[in-house]
């Protein structure tokens, strides 16, 4: 057959043989290379997983220690069961010990994986190849997405994701061709899924609706009874050794069940995101999360439906499960863990690929010319999603930038706001931050909401005065124990470090930014400004007292006894345990 010049064009150019999987390595890095340039912590769960348990990670032997305990490595008692997270770690420890450049590096390797196994999956499923393509390129550059693929802690849903598909590649190649080689894979991908994350529970519910549904099985047939003998022999096996690692059971059923049910809205809200990726998040609480751009984005899902010249409802109501089904185990949590409870962006990863079988099923008819017309807006807007995916990823650079980016995100959090008290208050605050800080240092902050307008007020206020006066290091000193009271750590940093450019011998403003650079988990910034602070003030005992704290935690006891003598001759109170500690040492 003859191809015509459009055919050559889309088809054998750009999407021939293994081309589309080279598109989704090339547009993955250009996306998610800077990544790999981050060397600094976040301190949202990173730090724990690699550096403070790195002694569980550090050697390949550490992998069948990972099916023994919970992500956390704790003796009993924890509650997520993950070995193939924590083995995930390990190879990634081999890349690069505690830096980052491996981890970064399997994280991105692993979006990569996803898209290539989600666009094999279209294609089986029975989507067109070019459709196929540009559903998984809508994944591959969605913002959404950036969570899971930059932020160490998310990876495990990108992992789960590899297993998932490679389960319903291999469910749907067993059915097509009755081959036990495809059953014995698809048991062997389920076993890596439920040992990745407990959401796997899902995927046999959503299996068994595309079996009876959408094949039109017999409930009693022959793959019925294959399959549920084979999960559940995978379920047993697992639950032994998920309570062999002591992984503390979910208490009461029933109230489980009614915490998920209560949380059913936030499913608006990770629906909105997808269409409207403008509103994002890094893990906010109910409060903080709107649900107008959820309730819209289904209005714009049943218009396309209506407007849809073939409507395959098996196929859609496949999606819509798949969609509901892996989201819910996200909306139960640990009451006693968890307080208020977030919902984290990541989350998203594997139901929207549901969203993406239901847009896929649709069918429109338009003519050429039209068709035409709208490619380069549709490039467009492909173009734009990946530019808000690259801006997005700095938000997870390090502690500062992604407090900040939280802060923001989830302002109603009441863990979002800092302890003013640790700092020295400047008199231009006086009064109006006094408040604040008695609120926050007996923890009143429980409902942040007039916490919040009163720190706004304040920071508005100063605003006004830094137009008028843009060089004064006292605005800028008050702005930024404001900012650091409201949790934007990276404003705080912007305006401690103008008030120093102003005033280079106020050694309080050197202590402050001490101050939060600790908060920060920044060490060695927070000593170089205390240290700073020392020089230009000698007689600051809480500097001395800081930087025997500092360098207690570094090991670094002669140092940490020093200051802690210095501190004590200076009238500051040292608390006993840590005086009888750093002699221990020494």
């Known amino acids: 057959m003859k191809l015509t010049k459009k055919q050559l064009t889309i088809d054998n150019v750009f999407l021939h043989s293994w081309q589309p999987y080279f598109w989704f390595i090339i547009i993955s890095f250009l996306l998610y290379s800077q990544v790999l340039t981050f060397s600094e912590y976040t301190y ?21 220690h990972a099916f023994l305990e919970d992500v ?42 996803s898209c ?34 930059v932020w160490i802690a998310g990876r495990n849903d990108s992992l789960l ?26 048991l062997l991908f389920f076993v890596l899924a439920m040992f990745t994350k407990e959401t796997s529970l899902m995927f046999p519910v959503a299996a068994m609706f595309y079996f009876y549904a959408l094949k039109g099985k017999g409930v009693f047939s022959t793959n019925t009874i294959l399959f549920l003998a084979g999960w559940g022999i995978v379920l047993i096996n697992w639950h032994i050794l998920r309570s062999a690692a002591m992984i503390t059971p979910v208490g009461n059923k029933l109230q ?23 509103n994002l998040a890094f893990a906010p609480i109910s409060i903080d999360i709107h649900i107008t751009a959820g309730i819209i984005s289904f209005a714009f899902l049943s218009l396309a439906l209506f407007l849809s010249k073939r409507r395959d409802w098996k196929f859609i109501l496949f999606g819509s499960m798949w969609f509901i089904l892996f989201l819910i185990p996200t909306f139960y949590y640990d009451l006693g863990f968890h307080t208020p409870p977030k919902f984290y962006e ?17 069918s429109f008819t338009y003519p050429e010319r039209f068709i035409k017309r709208i490619i380069p807006y549709i490039i467009t807007i492909f173009c734009g ?56 240092q007996k923890r009143e902050n429980k409902d942040p909401a007039a916490l919040k307008e009163k720190l706004w007020y304040i920071i508005d206020d100063l605003k006004k005065e830094l137009r008028s006066s843009p060089n004064d290091p006292n605005v800028h000193h008050a702005l930024a124990i404001t900012y650091f009271a409201r949790g934007l750590f990276l404003s705080s940093e ?73 501190a004590m001759q200076l009238g500051v109170k040292i608390v006993p345990g840590l005086i009888n500690e750093i002699q221990k040492k020494l």
């Open 44 to 64: 949202y769960d990173d730090h724990f997983l690699i550096v403070e348990n790195f002694s569980y990670i550090d050697k390949l032997s550490d992998i069948g």
């Open 494 to 566: 912007e305006n401690f470090l103008a008030a120093i450019r102003n005033n280079s011998k106020d050694a309080d403003i050197r202590y402050n930014l001490g101050v939060l650079y600790y908060n920060a988990h920044e060490k060695k910034k927070a000593e170089k400004a205390w240290i700073e602070a020392l020089r230009l003030d000698s007689t600051l005992g809480n500097a001395h007292q800081n930087l025997s704290y500092l360098y207690y935690e570094l090991n670094l006891n002669e140092l940490a006894w020093f200051h802690c003598q210095k």
């Open 72 to 113: 956390s490595h704790q003796g009993q008692g924890g509650n997520l069961y993950r070995p193939l997270l924590t083995i995930s770690l390990i190879l990634s420890a081999q890349i690069s010990g505690t830096e980052l450049f491996g981890y970064h590096f399997i994280d991105i390797i692993l979006h990569i994986a």
């Open 161 to 186: 994701a590899v297993f998932i598909l490679l389960c319903l590649i291999s469910f749907i190649k067993f059915l097509s061709t009755s081959s036990l080689k495809w059953y014995f894979l698809h």
């Open 116 to 149: 290539c196994l989600l666009f094999a999956a279209f294609q089986i499923l029975g989507f067109k190849r070019t459709i196929s393509f540009l559903g998984t390129l809508f994944f591959c550059v969605h913002p959404a997405m950036t969570q899971a693929v």
């Open 346 to 362: 990541h989350r998203i990863y594997i139901p929207f690929m549901g969203i993406l079988f239901i847009l896929l099923s649709l």
């Open 256 to 278: 489980a069940t009614a915490l998920v049910l209560s949380n059913m809205p936030i499913a608006l809200h990770y629906l909105g995101i997808i269409f409207w990726p403008f």
């Open 385 to 440: 999603l990946g530019l808000l995916s690259f801006t997005h990823t700095s938000n997870f650079k390090n502690s500062l930038t992604l407090r900040e980016y939280d802060a923001l995100t989830s302002p109603n959090d009441p863990k979002m706001y800092s302890a003013v008290t640790q700092m020295t208050i400047p008199k231009k605050l006086g009064h109006e931050i006094q408040a604040v800080a008695d609120s926050l």
